[in-house]
């Protein structure tokens, strides 16, 4: 069993298991950090963005003009960072690993974590299957359309990719060279892409088993994070795998997580702990809706940097009874993303995958989640963009949630831009998996108020570390910065996975060898082999019995049948060489311990005589003295020692066999 890591990022994961001959992917998602490298993609001509300073490498070729002349249209710099002056581009999984076509099938965990499948399904040659569930496909198709309609609607004059080239690369600063990887960058899909993807997409149901090649059977189980994510559990006859990604045990909304199947796993993989070890959920809602009433009283604006999905449901619902306690009903909230309308009405759709307390709502009914509530009384203002309905809609002071979180591309771009010079603004970061100040850099200096709330319902190691002894696995797998404390917490020991033995590690690029051998594997007997067995009793309530037949393996499945019988040969003809040879009928197979006085008795009655029988610590020695012959019976074993006497050999070993019992 081999395991392959195609990701760097511990939360956005790409792994694939090889095991009985099936190739199976764990996840495939999209590395966006690679976005805070490129500068943003305004609405509008932005004047700031235009007169950003040129950053030509100091130790680029002084002498090669043409080149020096493109990098300073390709590399701009603000706030002493260097970006390049491009359409941003995303890091797709490693695909120089191993043939991505060989993948038969890719098993999807969260609607995040499904963001790289356009990079898989149409541009390798894959032609298996993928599983998700349907809340993950759908909100995993809004995601990747956003992210389409975000980057075609800003479409840059040009294209930089002279800093690509690996002579220039290596002179860039180490901020540019350390976080990029040219190898790995591509432009975003395109929306035919999407559709196509998707299109390959079978949907699931929690704990639905499917049949992989005969060979796995996959079962998908609720993880807990957020609407129709998973689990899953991989198992054959004899061995049991469980991958836990991005799962959670707090309450919210999403079913809650299904741990039972997962216990006594040979293998467990990890993934997708919280981002945010020492920030509790519940403080940063309360530290969230602080701050943003602080800044909507003194006048000021609020912008909430998000993705579509997600939490944003649950800020919707805590902000609306905080602005009722707060007296601040009247206060607008806008929610802008081409997405946002049909997030919100999936969301209420997909009532089967949500919490009890969610799923009773339905059959008063009432809509599962407030914000359908804030809608209707227009608390809440949906708007695709902010061209067309927003612009007369709009008033301030007022809350915007918008894409994308990243601020490279999307309508929160447009806001930093007509915000962030005043100190009465604020902007507050959610989104655990974004490093606010990379999304920030590009914009400084800046005068509006950053706060960095981020709320991660995901596992945190204190939790982890009690579900791995909760669901005892053999053995543990785990990203390598799972074992160490965080970068910014070294002193934090408790901030760590652990587990006896100690677990296995991966980081990107590497294969694993998993500490897992199989030993066993089923076979069906057929009905008419199967009743010809005679089964002999070798001890009270034990009986066995002989097989012969032939095993046929097909599909990864193993019937024993019975032996064909002889094809019958008339007078004058030839046996034809496919023809089944001649089976002779199974020997009578013997077992038990010989009895030492019983075989000497017998030994006599055959005409042996003159027999000495000497104990030893492991067993018997039996001296033949007129035949010179030597006879070592231990525990499992007898030998016969008779000088190359091999008809004398014969008769002691048939005299032998007769002490023994048969079937």
Aim: with cysteine.
């Amino acid at each position: 069993m081999k395991l392959y890591c195609l990701s760097g990022h511990p939360n956005l994961p790409c792994l694939v298991l090889k095991f009985k001959s099936v190739t199976v992917m764990l996840d495939c998602s999209l590395d966006l950090t690679t976005t805070f490298r490129f500068l943003p993609l305004p609405l509008v001509h932005s004047a700031r963005l235009a007169k950003l300073p040129s950053c030509v490498p100091k130790d680029a070729d002084a002498g090669d003009q043409d080149t020096l002349k493109t990098l300073k249209k390709e590399l701009k710099e603000c706030g002493g960072r260097v970006f390049v002056d491009s359409p941003p581009e995303v890091g797709i999984p490693e695909d120089g690993l191993l043939d991505l076509s060989t993948v038969d099938v890719i098993l999807v965990s969260s609607f995040q974590c499904i963001l790289a499948l356009p990079y898989i399904t149409e541009y390798t040659g894959f032609n298996g299957m993928i599983y998700a569930t349907e809340p993950t496909a759908q909100m995993g198709r809004q995601l990747m359309e956003e992210l389409v309609q975000h980057t075609e609607r800003v479409p840059k004059t040009r294209t930089a990719s002279k800093w690509k080239e690996p002579g220039v690369f290596k002179t860039l600063p180490a901020q540019l060279r350390d976080w990029l990887n040219p190898a790995s960058l591509r432009d975003c899909y395109g929306l035919h892409d999407v559709n196509s993807a998707l299109s390959k997409v079978q949907l699931v149901g929690y704990a639905q088993k499917l049949d992989v090649f005969g060979a796995l059977q996959i079962m998908p189980l609720s993880s807990g994070y957020c609407i129709g994510s998973c689990n899953w559990l991989i198992q054959s006859h004899y061995e049991k795998i469980s991958y836990i990604s991005s799962s959670s045990v707090l309450t919210t909304h999403p079913q809650p997580m299904d741990q039972g199947p997962l216990q006594n796993t040979d293998v467990l993989i990890l993934a997708g702990l919280t981002q945010s070890p020492t920030a509790n959920p519940d403080s940063m809602l309360s530290e969230f809706c602080s701050h943003l009433a602080v800044t909507v009283k003194n006048g000021g604006n609020v912008l909430v940097p998000c993705y579509p999905s997600g939490v944003v449901y649950d800020l919707f619902e805590c902000l609306a009874v905080f602005l009722d306690n707060s007296g601040l009903m009247q206060l607008p909230v806008y929610f802008v993303s081409p997405m946002a309308d049909s997030s919100l009405a999936y969301s209420n759709i997909f009532a089967e995958w949500l919490c009890q307390s969610k799923q009773s709502k339905v059959y008063l009914p009432e809509a599962p989640f407030v914000h359908e509530e804030l809608k209707t009384i227009s608390r809440l203002k949906v708007f695709p963009s902010v061209h067309g309905d927003f612009s007369s809609e709009f008033k301030t002071p007022c809350v915007v949630f918008a894409g994308h979180p990243t601020l490279r591309f999307g309508d929160g771009v447009h806001f930093m831009e007509m915000w962030g010079q005043s100190k009465a603004n604020t902007v507050i970061f959610v989104e655990p998996d974004i490093p606010y100040l990379d999304a920030l850099a590009p914009f400084q200096p800046l005068a509006m108020k950053a706060v960095h709330c981020p709320i991660d319902t995901r596992l945190s190691f204190q939790q982890a570390n009690k579900i791995i002894s909760d669901l005892k696995p053999l053995h543990v797998v785990l990203p390598e910065t799972y074992i160490t404390p965080p970068p910014s917490l070294p002193q934090r020991s408790d901030l760590v996975l652990e587990a006896d033995p100690p677990p296995t590690t991966y980081q990107r690029g590497e294969v694993l060898s998993l500490p897992i051998k199989r030993m066993y594997e089923k076979i069906e007997i057929t009905p008419e082999l199967a009743s010809a067995l005679v089964p002999s009793e070798i001890r009270q309530g034990v009986a066995v019995a002989s097989v012969t037949g032939v095993l046929e393996a097909k599909d990864n499945n193993y019937v024993l049948q019975s032996v064909p019988k002889q094809a019958t040969v008339g007078p004058g003809q030839k046996r034809k060489r496919d023809d089944n040879a001649d089976f002779a009928p199974p020997k009578p197979h013997v077992w038990g311990a010989v009895q030492v006085e019983q075989f000497v008795q017998d030994l006599e009655k055959g005409g042996v005589t003159d027999v000495k029988v000497e104990d030893t610590p492991s067993g018997h020695i039996i001296h033949l003295q007129s035949e010179d012959t030597l006879i070592q019976i231990e525990d499992g074993s007898t030998h016969i020692f008779c000088e190359g006497n091999e008809e004398l050999r014969i008769k002691l070993r048939n005299i032998l066999l007769k002490c023994l019992s048969k079937f």
